[in-house]
């Protein structure tokens, strides 16, 4: 578990400040159906954390409050979290669109058969983790039978039309390298993800989004175990591009913890940094209360994974 990051703290990261809040970005919780060698957030099938409904509720009151349109759903597997249903069904009769960052695997396991359908009778916007299209790769860094168990899910999403051409159902895929280094060019890689999808599993999705591993918890835990914690860093940096800076997700964002806390990001809240470098935490009831979100935005060097090579955010390369 990395609460710090050694050795670097001595390059400064550039000054962000926050623009017109848009969107929420909430972690319903660290249980997980699965543990990946790349998780940011160690979860797993044994963590227990999970928000609870007065939680919920205090988020819906604040989205409401602050007119928020967008609801991002993580997790672990945010679905496993008893109210995620409730919240979307909540949402939905509120006018915001929820994005349910979906494992894929989930949809496979007992009691879980039905999500899909409800998903797609919500038009929740599904951002699905394949981390690469062959099995292979997907089953090493995700667990032996992820990467079949995720094209059966993907097929479900398609029958109910998700990724389908003219349909209101939307499925996003994520790619996430494989080992320390950067991920490829996204236009080029989505090209690659359709192609194969399609000619050896007849699988349709959207749109196909990189996102750079961040050296924090699990991640972060296994780059100093292999010794290469310094050298990723050092990548990050030397790749740092400055036009990315504009369209990083935390000038629009803020991240809400299972607890109602509240962060400047999710990697933020994964190394307990407080809103905007503050002394203490803030809580959703603080702001529901009338305090403003400070504009300052609290950064750190684990920062330049989203602004190494061609950026990088929940939605995906910055540039």
């Avoid at 409904?53 to 496993?80: S, Y």
């Avoid at 979100?293 to 090579?309: D, E, F, L, W």
């Amino acid at each position: 578990m990395i609460e710090t990051l050694p050795h670097l703290e001595s390059s400064t990261f550039p000054t962000l400040t926050r623009g017109v809040l848009e969107i929420l970005q909430l972690n319903l919780g660290y249980l997980c159906n699965l543990s990946c060698l790349h998780c940011h957030v160690n979860a797993g099938p044994t963590r227990s954390e999970l928000m609870g409904k007065d939680t919920i509720d205090q988020v819906l009151a604040f989205a409401q409050k602050t007119g928020v349109k967008m609801l991002d759903l993580t997790g672990g597997a945010p679905e496993m979290n008893p109210h995620f249903q409730y919240l979307i069904q909540e949402a939905t009769q509120l006018n915001i669109e929820v994005i349910d960052r979906c494992n894929l695997v989930i949809l496979e396991e007992p009691e879980y058969e039905n999500l899909a359908q409800f998903l797609a009778e919500y038009k929740v916007i599904v951002v699905a983790s394949l981390p690469c299209y062959l099995e292979e790769n997907v089953d090493k860094q995700r667990g032996n039978g992820v990467f079949q168990k995720s094209l059966t899910a993907l097929k479900r999403l398609n029958d109910l039309g998700y990724g389908q051409k003219n349909s209101p159902l939307k499925l996003d895929l994520v790619f996430n390298p494989q080992d320390a280094t950067l991920p490829p060019p996204q236009k080029a890689l989505e090209a690659s993800y359709k192609i194969h999808l399609k000619q050896h599993y007849n699988i349709d999705f959207n749109h196909l989004y990189t996102i750079t591993n961040m050296p924090i918890k699990r991640f972060g835990s296994t780059l100093i175990s292999k010794g290469g914690f310094d050298d990723y860093m050092q990548l990050l940096v030397k790749n740092h591009n400055p036009e990315t800076l504009a369209q990083v997700m935390c000038l629009n964002t803020i991240s809400v913890d299972w607890q109602g806390f509240v962060y400047d990001c999710d990697f933020n809240q994964m190394l307990k940094l407080s809103l905007s470098n503050q002394h203490s935490q803030t809580h959703l009831s603080d702001l529901i209360d009338g305090h403003f979100i400070p504009s300052k935005i609290a950064t750190r060097q684990h920062c330049y994974g989203c602004t190494a090579g061609q950026g990088s955010s929940c939605s995906g390369a910055l540039s």
